[in-house]
C-alpha cells in the first residue's frame, strides 16, 4: 500500500473550515483515498473514502487531484468536537495501516 | 446506525493470565478484524478473519494471541498469558466485504492493563 505523508498537527478556529492535506505521490490506480479519526482514545471512526472523483458526504468532503498524488479532507464548519487525530490511508484492500495521523484541534 | 460493540472497556489482569476480549461486529458484516494501540503509539493491526478462518496475520500476533468466532454474532481475542508488554487499547474492526470500497468500521476498544 502507498505511503502518506500529513502534516504533524493543525489548529482552526471554531466554525471556519478545516483543511487537512495528505500526500500519496506513490499511490497506484486501484488505491482508494480514505480518511478516519480518532478521538482520544476511541475507536477509529470511519469519515470519508473515494478513488478519483471528489466526494462529500454528511461529515465531510475529499478532494483528489486529478493526479491523485494527494488529497484534501475539508470540514466545513468546523466544531470543538472535531478536535482529534485525521489519518489519511491508502490501501488497495481491507488491511488499513494508520500512520500518525494530523492531530487537529479546534480553537473556540 | 449499527456499530460494533466491545465488552469490557477496561480489563485488569495480572501478568501471565489469560484474557478473552470480546467484540459484537455488525450483524451483516462478514470480515472481522483486531488492531491494538499501545498508549501514544499508533494504531497497528493484528489479524483480519473470514469464513472462520484467519486471512491475515502481523508479526504481532504470536503464538500468545487466538481468535474465534464461537457463534453467529460474536468474535474473540484471546491472549494466553499476558505480558506487560500487551498493555493497550484493543480495537474490534469489521466490514461488510472485503475490497477497496468497503471502510472498516471500529468499536470504541477494550483498555487493558497487565500488571
Known amino acids: 500500500d502507498a505511503k502518506t505523508t500529513q502534516p504533524t498537527s493543525m489548529d482552526c478556529a471554531e466554525g471556519r473550515a478545516a483543511n487537512l492535506p495528505c500526500n500519496h505521490s506513490?499511490?497506484?490506480?486501484?488505491?482508494?483515498v480514505y480518511w478516519y479519526r480518532q478521538i482520544h482514545s476511541q475507536g477509529p471512526q470511519y469519515i470519508i473514502h473515494?478513488?478519483?472523483n471528489n466526494e462529500t458526504n454528511e461529515m465531510a468532503s475529499l478532494i483528489i487531484t486529478e493526479d491523485r498524488k494527494s488529497s484534501t479532507l475539508i470540514l466545513p464548519h468546523a466544531t470543538l468536537r472535531d478536535t482529534a487525530v485525521y489519518y489519511c490511508?491508502?490501501?488497495?484492500?481491507?488491511?488499513?495501516?494508520f500512520g500518525t495521523g494530523t492531530s487537529l484541534t479546534v480553537i473556540p | 446506525e449499527p456499530e460494533v460493540t466491545q465488552t469490557p472497556s477496561h480489563q485488569v489482569t495480572q501478568m501471565g493470565q489469560e484474557v478473552i476480549l470480546r467484540c459484537v461486529p455488525i450483524?451483516?458484516?462478514?470480515?472481522f478484524y483486531w488492531y491494538r494501540q499501545i498508549l501514544g503509539q499508533k494504531v497497528e493491526f493484528l489479524v483480519s478473519?473470514?469464513?472462520?478462518?484467519?486471512?491475515?496475520k502481523s508479526e504481532i500476533f504470536d503464538d500468545q494471541f487466538s481468535v474465534e468466532r464461537p457463534d453467529g454474532s460474536n468474535f474473540t481475542l484471546k491472549i494466553r498469558s499476558t505480558k506487560l508488554e500487551d498493555s493497550a487499547m484493543y480495537f474490534c474492526?469489521?466490514?461488510?466485504?472485503?475490497?477497496?470500497?468497503?471502510?472498516?468500521?471500529f468499536g470504541n476498544g477494550t483498555r487493558l492493563t497487565v500488571t
Open positions: 473515494g478513488l478519483k
Open positions: 478473519f473470514y469464513n472462520n478462518e484467519i486471512s491475515e
Open positions: 506513490t499511490i497506484s490506480g486501484n488505491e482508494y
Open positions: 450483524s451483516n458484516h462478514l470480515y
Open positions: 474492526a469489521s466490514s461488510l466485504s472485503q475490497g477497496r470500497a468497503s471502510p472498516l468500521h
Open positions: 490511508i491508502v490501501t488497495t484492500g481491507n488491511q488499513f495501516y
